[in-house]
């Protein structure tokens, strides 16, 4: 039996996904050398790009413009888009292991995690995820309510760049986020608003702040909001001092420099405010009737971890904060995949070197592989799954080379979509709809016009792949 990889006998392989991650992927394969290979890219959902789409912010048009790499990977001959097909509904895995020599998981981290304190299922507690993905118009969360309008002070808990996103997009002005891509429906509420006051929670210290120094600068540059911060909550102590000199990197410095020259412009006089709180923890959410009313603080100080790290360590000693909302932006946290092996302690699938292992500490499950969020968790920024995707495309081609993949016993995988009637979206048929919401978009004075339901999508899909029809 001749070795895949050759003209004659291509290698297939399918990723699950089509975040940044299954892209990078796809090209690292695609690249290597002297390789022949068929790649095939599945989404629930009938539109590619994952997070790029659904979670990057809509005033973060920069950011967005990566896909344009993608669009590149897209346009080998070797490349298969089939949106809107889900695993567990329309396929199994048992289906995608007949089909191809190698599966790559690409499904990163779809839920959030828990604070895990009294109070979290009260109204008006909500998390950063399901926030970030009502706005940019995710067909999971068109459905949320969030009653901006009767809001005029909002708790963040965390300090990363998704809070800042969330932080962001709840103080400017709706008339600059009206050009974007944001949701419809979004823009309505964000009309209403009348939150004037977002408050992050940080439970370390400045120096350890998650955020990165231009998101703080781009809420510092609105023009009618004020970067507030406590002159004691900014003062970084001696063991941070160290820390930061011997370890922190450059960003952390110049993060705790901007926090120090906000906490000398005191509280400011604009009418809307970011207030940056440094260790300090929500240990109880406490309402009334069932609706969120203030969060209960416990303050912390830094201790040295076995390694030097500075940790919080919880002190005999608390505030509480009177509040209409609170957005969790503590970390994102993957779900299991039906009939794929899941870490539930660490939410990921669990893997070596990007191949995936029955448990945690177990053997190699034969031709499954795992790349992005779904591999190390939630961490990094988008062109930090590259590196991460080629590493785990290495090991696969380190298996094929040891003769380390099994041969798939059934052609192709369209033959068995067409057999279940299932209506997959192709990568023409996104073309054809990325089209039509950039010139849908055009037309409003707005980047993109993206609809928020799967409904939606698929009745534009067939309109335009009918359109497309009559035109042959």
Not at 295 to 311: E, F, I, K, N, S
Not at 448 to 466: N, Q
Request: glycine share 8%; charged share 25%.
């Amino acid at each position: 039996m001749h070795r895949p990889g050759t003209e004659s006998l291509p290698l297939r392989v399918c990723t699950v996904g089509s975040g940044p991650s299954a892209f990078y992927a796809t090209e690292a394969l695609f690249k290597a050398p002297g390789l022949r290979v068929q790649v095939d890219m599945f989404d629930r959902l009938p539109v590619p790009y994952g997070l790029v789409r659904g979670g990057v912010a809509p005033d973060h048009q920069n950011i967005k413009a990566v896909v344009k790499i993608y669009e590149k990977i897209a346009a080998n001959p070797g490349f298969r888009f089939f949106g809107n097909v889900k695993l567990g509904r329309d396929l199994q895995v048992a289906d995608l292991l007949a089909h191809y020599h190698a599966v790559i998981w690409a499904v990163g981290a779809e839920s959030d995690n828990k604070l895990g304190v009294p109070g979290e299922d009260l109204a008006g507690v909500h998390s950063a995820t399901e926030f970030v993905g009502w706005y940019n118009s995710h067909p999971d969360f068109r459905d949320r309510r969030f009653d901006l309008a009767r809001a005029r002070t909002v708790a963040v808990v965390g300090n990363g760049n998704v809070a800042m996103d969330v932080a962001r997009v709840l103080l400017q002005d709706p008339a600059a986020l009206a050009t974007t891509d944001l949701a419809e429906h979004a823009l309505a509420t964000l009309r209403t608003s009348t939150v004037r006051e977002v408050v992050l929670l940080g439970r370390r210290g400045p120096a350890q702040a998650a955020f990165s120094p231009k998101e703080l600068e781009e809420i510092a540059e609105l023009p009618d909001v004020d970067v507030v911060v406590r002159a004691d909550e900014a003062v970084v102590d001696p063991l941070s001092a160290a820390w930061l000199e011997k370890e922190g990197a450059r960003s952390q410095q110049r993060n705790a420099r901007l926090i120090a020259e906000h906490a000398a412009h005191g509280d400011g006089s604009k009418a809307r405010k970011l207030r940056c709180r440094f260790l300090v923890a929500p240990v109880e959410l406490q309402g009334d009737n069932g609706r969120l009313t203030q969060v209960r603080l416990q303050h912390a100080t830094l201790a040295a971890d076995a390694d030097g790290t500075p940790r919080p360590v919880a002190k005999d000693s608390f505030e509480t904060l009177a509040v209409d909302l609170v957005f969790k932006a503590v970390g994102y946290r993957g779900i299991p995949v039906p009939g794929v092996p899941f870490d539930n302690k660490k939410g990921i699938i669990p893997n070596r070197d990007g191949r995936v292992l029955e448990s945690p500490a177990g053997q190699r499950v034969a031709g499954q592989y795992v790349v992005g969020w779904a591999k190390r968790g939630p961490t990094g920024l988008i062109g930090t799954n590259s590196a991460d995707s080629k590493a785990t495309v290495e090991s696969l081609l380190q298996d094929l080379a040891a003769d380390g993949l099994a041969a798939p016993t059934r052609t192709d995988i369209s033959d068995l979509l067409r057999q279940r009637h299932i209506d997959h979206v192709s990568w023409q048929d996104w073309l054809r709809l990325d089209a039509w919401e950039q010139s849908q978009g055009k037309a409003r004075g707005r980047v993109r016009w993206k609809l928020p339901s799967v409904e939606e999508l698929l009745r534009t899909v067939h309109a335009l792949r009918g359109e497309a029809a009559t035109q042959i």
